[in-house]
């Protein structure tokens, strides 16, 4: 094997093996514990729906990207939650309830939705929110609390993470069609060993801290295959403890198409990547280093016989 050959057979392994470092491993949903640690049965919303946004938004005489790419991002998506409920049963004996929701990814990744309902009075609620696409044919939870806060300030801060989309844009022959012109920006959560949640919101680098909150319902779903534009919606059951506690309904809006390479790279994996391609590099090196003293030695001993 000439060296040309070797070093041309190394490199290729090299590139195999960063491609194999962007495939994401298998995660899984945290599990949906009961009371002692026992899991409940929760339904999966189930898809009721589909519908194209884009081709409704031509007949209607409007972009789809146009109304919502200034605010949404590469990589995220807009979504509703509607539900009510039929239950009475709550933590708050004395009082209603104030809700507020969290969604978990497949992967381990929670976003907190900061609107919350002081005093809910278990009529129909919807909340419109934008976040980080939820993966095609992942598991995902959502989690609806009661909040047991006492500090007012910390939701008077989330509270002022309203988005406003295209609310300018008229639509010309579709009077009916209503897309939200107004929604709010979700927040990573990260919770503590305490029961208590982090939440660091990434335009002021400012820190929060919610008390434990009491787990009022949860609704599990599997992310459904569509087009970015599609409008696509959920139904299901909100439960509680194996209790059926009312109605939920999700709702995709748009999602803003991120480049494939993006959506898996995190900060763990390009630490790994980096580390992984640096000692091959090295190992290169050295293997070129040996080569080349190998070759300069039978040239000098060629040189020495002649």
């Known amino acids: 094997m000439t060296r040309a050959s070797a070093l041309g057979r190394l490199i290729v392994a090299v590139v195999l093996f ?4 962007m495939v994401p491993g298998c995660a899984r949903v945290a599990p949906i514990v009961g009371p002692k640690g026992m899991p ?3 339904t999966v919303l189930e898809l009721a729906s589909i519908l194209s946004a884009a081709k409704t938004a031509e007949e209607a005489g409007v972009s789809v990207q146009k109304y919502w790419n200034a605010t949404t991002p590469p990589g995220e998506s807009v979504y509703s939650v509607a539900f009510n409920f039929d239950h009475g ?10 809700i507020y929701l969290m969604c978990e990814y497949e992967g381990g990744r929670t976003i907190l939705v900061p609107d919350i309902a002081i005093n809910w009075d278990y009529s129909e609620r919807i909340c419109t929110f934008r976040c980080p696409t939820f993966p095609e044919g992942a598991k995902c939870v959502i989690r609806l609390y009661d909040d047991d806060s006492t500090s007012d300030a910390v939701w008077k801060d989330l509270l002022s993470n309203e988005v406003h989309w295209n609310a300018g844009i008229k639509f010309t022959s579709i009077p009916s069609m209503s897309w939200p012109r107004s929604g709010v920006r979700c927040l990573d959560v990260n919770a503590n060993a305490n029961g208590t949640f982090s939440i660091i919101d990434p335009v002021t680098s400012k820190q929060y801290h919610l008390d434990p909150p009491d787990i009022v319902a949860t609704a599990q779903f599997t992310v459904p295959s569509a087009k970015t534009t599609d409008i696509w919606k959920m139904n299901g059951d909100f439960y509680k403890d194996n209790t059926r506690m009312g109605r939920i309904d999700l709702k995709h809006w748009y999602t803003n198409r991120a480049p494939v390479f993006s959506q898996y790279v995190t900060s763990q994996l390009l630490f790994w990547g980096a580390l992984s391609v ?18 300069t030695t039978a040239a000098q001993a060629d040189s020495d016989v002649t």
């Not at 049963?89 to 104030?98: F, R, V």
């Not at 640096?278 to 070759?295: C, G, N, S």
């Open 18 to 21: 960063s491609e194999l470092l």
């Open 89 to 98: 049963s709550w933590a708050d004996i004395l009082s209603k309830p104030d």
């Open 40 to 42: 409940i049965v929760v």
């Open 278 to 295: 640096a000692f091959i590099v090295w190992r290169l090196w050295l293997w070129h280093r040996k080569t080349l003293a190998v070759d």
